[in-house]
């Protein structure tokens, strides 16, 4: 069975620090990892994927199959990423997503 | 583009109660998923739906929660009867046919006391 794991509840940095938020995977199958973020009082949203290898917001992630993980990283963090993002696994060919417990990502003034 | 629009935002119901959510996907967008998030988690897939076809209910607690999307468009969750540990947030998600993740609306946030 499919897994993903974010060990860190919250995660607490200063403006301008880097920032990493990790993310393990567990899955048999060739995966298609996502990073979703949902700011205060609005929906959960896409961040980024990884087949599109791109960077939103200053964010990357790369998929690290040899390792399981798909960390997500910001080299300066902004007071406005401050967030719950999640961590999710694409499985079974249909689309169905299996979600991390969430990282809360606090960045201090 | 319109996002996915869920409704009631919020109930407060009694244990053994029975509580339905509505759903109105992305126009255009043929698969469908309810989630249930209960608080301090992630979202676990309830269901998925394909146009208005079933593609996957394993995790669905069937002996009280019920979902149908008639027409394909639409769709409402049922819960009969609510327990205490059905608390937890709702969320509708779409998703167009051949594009892997998901649009979420806002949820239902639902506690049941």
């Known amino acids: 069975a499919q897994r993903v794991t974010q060990p860190e509840k919250l995660l607490s940095v200063f403006k301008g620090a880097p920032v990493e938020l990790k993310c393990n995977y567990s899955?048999?199958?060739?995966?298609?990892l996502f990073w979703y973020v949902q700011y205060s009082r609005q929906r959960l949203q896409l961040l980024l994927r990884h087949i599109s290898r791109e960077s939103i917001k200053g964010f990357t992630a790369d998929l690290n199959k040899g390792e399981t993980s798909f960390h997500l990283k910001k080299p300066f963090a902004q007071e406005e990423d401050s967030a719950m993002y999640y961590c999710?696994?694409?499985?079974?060919?249909?689309?169905?997503?299996?979600f991390g417990g969430g990282t809360r990502l606090m960045v201090k003034p | 583009e319109a996002g996915v629009a869920q409704s009631p935002r919020y109930k407060i119901i009694e244990k053994r109660q029975s509580v339905a959510f509505w759903c109105n996907p992305i126009?255009?967008?043929?698969?469908l998923y309810w989630y249930q998030q209960i608080l301090g988690q992630g979202p676990k897939l309830l269901i998925q739906?394909?146009?208005?076809?079933?593609?996957?209910d394993s995790q669905l607690p069937k002996d009280r929660f019920s979902a149908e999307r008639l027409k394909g468009v639409d769709s409402t969750l049922k819960i009969q009867p609510a327990k205490l540990e059905d608390s937890a947030v709702y969320l509708c998600a779409s998703s167009p046919s051949g594009y892997t993740g998901a649009f979420f609306g806002q949820g239902t946030r639902l506690t049941v006391v």
């Open positions: 999710a696994l694409s499985y079974n060919a249909g689309n169905m997503l299996t």
């Open positions: 126009s255009g967008h043929a698969t």
């Open positions: 739906f394909q146009n208005n076809g079933v593609v996957d």
């Open positions: 899955y048999s199958g060739s995966p298609e």
